[in-house]
């Protein structure tokens, strides 16, 4: 079984950086999709970046060239390097666990059956 924990999120001002962590424990060893995810009061959840076992990324277009996302080597901890960050970028964060289509790096929520509590990020002045 698979768990997830997010931790790292706060407040900071536009134009600062936060790193979202997420601690992964369980047996996944190949084949899979790691994404972060965002909901905003009153809006859907969106998907913000993914990684697969291959090593392979994906964007969406809202945090392209802004947020880095990266894993170590044995999955034991998933990141989200936020710079940058606008107003815009304000909700709750979750990372995502999927074992399958994990080639195709989706960003839809629906593709993900595995999920952490969140982190709350906020950026205003």
């Known amino acids: 079984q698979i768990r997830l924990v997010e931790s790292g999120g706060g407040s900071v001002q536009p134009g600062g950086s936060l790193r979202l962590s997420c601690e992964v424990t369980?047996?996944?060893?190949?084949?899979?999709?790691m994404a972060w995810f965002r909901q905003a009061p009153g809006k859907e959840r969106e998907g913000v970046a993914a990684?697969?076992?291959?090593?392979?990324?994906r964007y969406a277009d809202s945090v392209k060239d802004r947020f880095t996302i990266s894993q170590d080597t044995g999955l034991t901890t998933l990141w989200l390097q936020m710079d940058s960050l606008k107003p815009e970028d304000t909700a709750m964060y979750y990372c995502?666990?999927?074992?399958?289509?994990?080639?195709?790096?989706?960003?839809?929520?629906?593709?993900?059956?595995?999920w952490g509590q969140g982190t709350q990020v906020t950026c205003s002045s």
């Open positions: 990684i697969n076992s291959d090593g392979n990324t």
């Open positions: 995502a666990a999927s074992l399958w289509k994990w080639r195709l790096l989706p960003l839809g929520p629906s593709e993900y059956a595995t």
């Open positions: 369980g047996n996944i060893a190949w084949g899979y999709c």
